[in-house]
């Protein structure tokens, strides 16, 4: 079997593929971090340079401890670093007051309402009497007799004179030409019913 001697123009060309591929195999897995690590840094002082609120405001201190951390994140590095250790126990805690290990309601505040200036001015009067629901429609019997009077209430038609009791709760106190004085036993409440047309 004879192997790329056919055709020496593709055996060269299978040949340089292979080789380029080789070599970007061994990029990825050897030198290919070191050439990112050494561009990240120049990117993040270019970026810090740019921006308004660099050194110029923050002080140079500030500024190479936010790029440290910057190169910190970009960084492989396992080494301890106490100067950021240092600075990380620089930090205060500056909390409310309230213990986070006992658990206590935190204290509400609760508004006292608004007292009005009112004065009281004693019991409230009752309420008023219910209206007699009773109509005087008009007067049977011989005008020198006894006087008897028609009232209605809904449909229901009562004849009565005066001292009766009419619905089992008013009484006829007085009758005149074009009224009668009627009262509610329940209630003690009087009141005068005029002549109704109709």
Do not use: C
């Not at 970007?24 to 120049?42: E, H, K, M, N, Y």
């Not at 007799?145 to 449909?155: A, M, P, Q, T, V």
Request: glycine share 8%; aromatic share 6%.
């Amino acid at each position: 079997m004879k192997l790329g001697t056919e055709d020496k123009r593709k055996t060269i060309i299978a040949g340089v593929l292979l080789l380029g591929a080789a070599i970007l195999v061994v990029r990825a897995f050897s030198g290919g971090d070191q050439d990112t690590a050494a561009a990240a840094p120049s990117t993040v002082s270019q970026s810090s340079a740019a921006s308004p609120t660099g050194p110029a405001k923050h002080g140079s201190a500030q500024t190479a401890r936010k790029s440290s951390y910057l190169l910190l994140a970009h960084s492989l590095d396992p080494t301890l670093r106490f100067d950021l250790l240092k600075s990380s126990e620089d930090v205060t805690y500056k909390g409310t007051g309230r213990d986070i290990f006992h658990s206590q309601a935190a204290v509400a505040d609760i508004p006292k309402p608004a007292t009005p200036d009112v004065t009281p001015q004693g019991p409230a009067p009752p309420p008023p009497p219910p209206p007699i629901d009773l109509k005087f429609y008009g007067f049977a019997g011989p005008k020198n007799g006894s006087k008897r009077i028609f009232l209605l209430k809904g449909e229901d038609i009562f004849l009565a004179k005066e001292g009766d009791i009419v619905d089992r709760r008013y009484k006829i106190m007085h009758i005149g030409l074009n009224s009668v004085e009627v009262q509610d036993v329940l209630t003690n409440n009087t009141q005068t019913l005029p002549l109704s047309a109709g």
